[in-house]
């Protein structure tokens, strides 16, 4: 019994003369007659391409000597100087993970994601959106839109849903482009990883991020003014409470205390607390710093007993359920990219410099400022990643003014949120915001380097 086929109607290039082909099957006159190949053809072919791969591999590692196959030399010294780098390289990066794992993570990191998350958490977010509307005093609503990231930790990849909801709910487009350029470079764990992986351009990077928000958002509101409005308002309603505001600010302060506990800014305190006599048979030195840790760690452990002792008291077991939950989240999203971009950063350190090679930025001059910002609000780089990729090129010799510029173009804008921000606010608003981020994140660098030093 014969099987019915469908017809199907196949142009072919009437200009070269060729027929339509009404049956499916490929006219006299196309250019390809070749039937299509069968699996066991497809199998050949796979097996003749690895054969001549291999054959290739073999010219380009053996030769003959003496009518004996032979190791080449150039292969040997070529494979010897690649193994000696992939050595050195994965040490440098495993030094630098290991430093980072035993110095940074615990004393630093892992505080920040139990605050970050209690403040995500507890904090009301409808009350920042009422104080940066249309309405809000100037002076009042840019300041919090600078720093309103810090407060919600909102990441890069993360933003641009809250500044549509931002505008949905009657903000000024200036405090909702302060609060979509500041907030993730400004967001509580990018902060506390500056300090720790580039103190020196910590303070830099917080007054040059609210500065150039600030003026990129007044900016933008005096030219668009008049622009028509399409967004639709929503008004949001404060819930209110069940505790007192002092209540949660003692919580929040607790957790404060707990971080820079464990990162020694109160080492003179903590340090003298237990007496290095107890450890004296250690020895001197070790005896000192087990007395030190020993008196930090007792700190820590009654700032801990405090926050159970409030959330005991003053919150419920959802709200206590919910913010674990969200520390974890955070913390399993950002810290395998923290280990991973630590890791590679000291992999490429390992190796010769690029930058310096390249000469074009390891100079404070515009264009190494322009060119680092321009590339930062291109590229994407993480508000966490990014760190780690200033201090590589500033190893590398990349002058810390152009550092700065990618270190502020880098977590505000990229290519993927510049095609996202379009159907937003439209192409005019959106190409704006790139040119003035571009143009003061390479302002800010300018001037930091002239007083860095190198």
């Known amino acids: 019994m014969s099987e019915t086929k469908k017809s199907v109607d196949i142009p072919v290039c009437k200009d070269m003369g060729c027929e339509v082909n ?29 054969a001549f791969f291999i054959c290739f591999a073999i010219f380009l590692i053996l030769t003959v000597e003496d009518g004996k196959p032979a190791l080449r ?21 495993a030094t630098s993970l290991i430093d980072f794992l035993s110095t940074h993570l615990v004393s630093a990191m892992v505080p920040a994601f139990f605050l970050a998350a209690a403040i995500s958490t507890f904090f009301s977010k409808e009350t920042i959106i009422l104080t940066i509307g249309k309405k809000a005093n100037p002076l009042v609503s840019y300041p919090i839109a600078a720093f309103a990231g810090a407060i919600l930790t909102v990441c890069s990849c993360g933003v641009l ?29 990018s902060i506390i990883y500056t300090w720790k992986i580039l103190p020196s351009m910590l303070i830099a990077r917080i007054l040059a991020v609210a500065f150039c928000g600030i003026a990129i958002g007044m900016i933008m509101q005096k030219i668009f003014a008049g622009t028509a409005d399409e967004f639709e308002h929503e008004e949001p309603e404060i819930k209110p409470s069940k505790r007192k505001a002092w209540q949660e600010g003692l919580f929040f302060i607790v957790l404060v205390f707990v971080m ?72 399993k999203r950002i810290i395998p990219m923290v280990i991973l971009g630590i890791f ?32 930062g609000a291109i590229l994407y ?40 921000l ?28 002239s007083f860095a030093k190198v």
């Open 22 to 50: 009404v049956k499916g099957k490929k006219s006299k006159d196309d250019f390809d007659l070749r039937p299509e190949k069968s699996d066991f053809e497809k199998f050949v072919l796979k097996l003749i391409w690895a």
């Open 73 to 93: 030399k150039d292969s040997i010294a070529f494979a010897t100087s690649a193994l000696n780098w992939l050595v050195l390289s994965s040490r440098s990066g």
């Open 161 to 189: 849903p809250i500044f549509m909801s931002l505008l949905q709910s009657g903000a000024g487009l200036g405090p909702a482009i302060t609060f979509l350029y500041a907030s993730p470079a400004i967001n509580l764990i």
């Open 260 to 331: 820079l506990t464990s990162t020694d800014a109160f080492s003179s305190i903590t340090g003298s607390v237990i007496s290095p006599e107890h450890f004296a048979d250690r020895g001197p030195e070790l005896a000192a710093k087990t007395a030190q840790f020993a008196g930090k760690m007792l700190f820590i452990g009654m700032e801990i007993l405090l926050v159970l002792v409030i959330l005991w008291r003053w919150f419920t077991w959802n709200e206590t359920r919910k913010w674990l939950k969200r520390t974890y989240r955070q913390a």
């Open 344 to 375: 590679f950063s000291g992999f490429l350190g390992g190796t010769s410099s690029i930058v310096s090679r390249l000469e074009m930025v390891g100079d404070n001059s515009i264009i190494s400022n322009l060119t680092s910002s321009l590339i």
């Open 381 to 420: 780089f993480g508000s966490i990643v990014g760190v780690n990729v200033v201090d590589l090129f500033m190893r590398w010799g990349m002058h810390p003014g152009p550092a700065l510029a990618l270190l502020l173009a880098g977590p505000s804008i990229s290519l993927p949120s510049i095609m996202a």
């Open 422 to 449: 379009v159907p937003i606010m439209g192409k005019k608003r959106t190409f704006a915001f790139l040119f003035f981020v571009a143009i003061f994140s390479a302002a800010m660098g300018i001037i930091f380097g």
